[in-house]
Each structure stands twice: as structure tokens, then as C-alpha cells.
């Protein structure tokens, strides 16, 4: 692997602080990187998928809101316009 021995006892003991390629090398070396495609795979993030959702639901507010307020502005001008004639 090119690792220290030291790097491999941490590797063996889970830290959190050896290198992804180190990991991704040893998974490769005993045939268990199947998952590795996945693993940053844009739709397995759960937590990016759900920031998304709420980020389109905020907009879809926003957009909503922004219409009521154009037909109420609407609403007055022509009410204004009736009462001028």
C-alpha cells in the first residue's frame, strides 16, 4: 500500500483522520470497493437532496407571494383607473 505502519494501525482502528485514498486503496486490495462509486454519489446525499427540496419550496413561496402581491397592485391600479373616469 506505501503506507507507514503506523498509518496502517490507524487505518485498522477506524480513524477518522487516514486519507480517503488510503481507505480507497486498501477496500481495492481486499475487493470490497464496490461501494465506493456511491459513496459520493450526488443522490445518496440525503442532506443535499433535502437542503434542495426545502431551497425549492422557499422559492416556490417566494414566487408566490411575489404574484398575489403583482395581482393586488393590479387589482388597485384598475380600481383606481375606474374611479378617475
Not at 486519507?19 to 481486499?30: D, H, M, R, S
Not at 470490497?32 to 440525503?46: F, I, M, T, V
Not at 442532506?47 to 419550496?57: F, M, N, P
Request: proline content about 4%.
Amino acid at each position: 500500500m506505501g503506507v507507514s505502519v503506523p498509518t496502517l494501525q490507524r487505518l485498522e482502528a477506524g480513524d477518522p483522520g487516514v486519507g480517503l485514498g488510503i481507505v480507497a486503496t486498501a477496500l481495492w486490495l481486499i475487493g470490497r470497493d464496490g461501494g465506493l462509486s456511491s459513496l459520493a454519489a450526488p443522490e445518496e446525499d440525503k442532506g443535499a437532496l433535502e437542503l434542495d427540496v426545502r431551497e425549492a419550496v422557499e422559492l416556490g413561496r417566494q414566487r408566490a407571494n411575489a404574484a398575489a402581491e403583482a395581482r393586488l397592485k393590479a387589482a388597485a391600479n384598475k380600481a383606481g383607473r375606474q374611479r378617475q373616469e
